[in-house]
């Protein structure tokens, strides 16, 4: 077995025994302990009570972080003249047309958002094997498939984040810098909690939130007290 380092000796150390805590207390537990030379994600993952290969148990949603993700989004826009004049005035960092499907199509993808005028959905349709593995095909029910692309890109690079419960029901985003201070990472986590309560299934049966983990890149996860995240 190898030799577990001193960092995450002590980090598996201040976490032992610790679990079902506040959206406050987990947050400056974990902040505590994101000691690595760059500056680490503070991820949120949720294992949901719903089976996904039913079309009335999916979970899926958007949620515009009060405080930001601290990531730097790069926005890539399906659209044609005026449009996507505006998408640049907006600040996508690519826009095309055939251009960029034929891009895409040859492997370069160099976009973490990708956003498409309801008119381009034909194109873009050609790339659903590349893009939908990926989570990042138009779609909207999240708003990326739209004629207001200067709100949709906008939206993105402020700190917008998508969800969608993968295989076994869990849903997992980052939700801020461990940079962040306490208030506003309690603060983005608490709105995450929400929105994906809010988007709750008509089919999900029983418990819906089975669990609630905070962690950092690097770090251990510790688990947060459902009820108490959700009724905040």
Not at 23 to 36: G, H, P, Q, S
């Amino acid at each position: 077995m190898a030799k577990l380092g001193k960092r995450t000796r002590a980090a598996r150390e201040a976490f032992a025994g610790k679990s079902n805590l506040t959206i406050e207390e987990a947050v400056a537990l974990v902040k505590a302990n994101a000691n690595t030379k760059f500056d680490e994600t503070v991820e949120i993952a949720m294992n949901l009570g719903v089976d996904t290969r039913h079309a009335d148990q999916m979970v899926r949603g958007v949620v515009g972080l009060p405080n930001g993700t601290g990531k730097t989004m790069r926005v890539a826009v399906f659209a044609r003249g005026p449009k996507a004049e505006e998408a640049q005035a907006a600040g996508a960092d690519i826009v095309g047309a055939e251009d960029l499907m034929e891009t895409i199509q040859g492997g370069t993808i160099e976009f973490d958002r990708c956003i498409a005028t309801p008119d381009m959905m034909p194109v873009v349709g050609r790339l659903g094997k590349i893009l939908g593995p990926r989570n990042l095909m138009p779609n909207p029910k999240v708003g990326t498939v739209t004629m207001d692309v200067k709100a949709a890109v906008e939206a993105a690079k402020g700190g917008e984040v998508q969800f969608k419960a993968e295989k076994g029901g869990v849903v997992h985003a980052g939700v801020g810098k461990a940079s962040f201070d306490e208030a506003k990472l309690a603060e983005n986590v608490r709105a995450f909690v929400s929105a994906v309560a809010k988007a709750k299934p008509t089919g999900a049966k029983g418990a819906y939130m089975k669990k609630i983990v905070l962690s950092s890149t690097m770090g251990p996860g510790v688990t947060l007290d459902v009820d108490g995240a959700v009724s905040e």
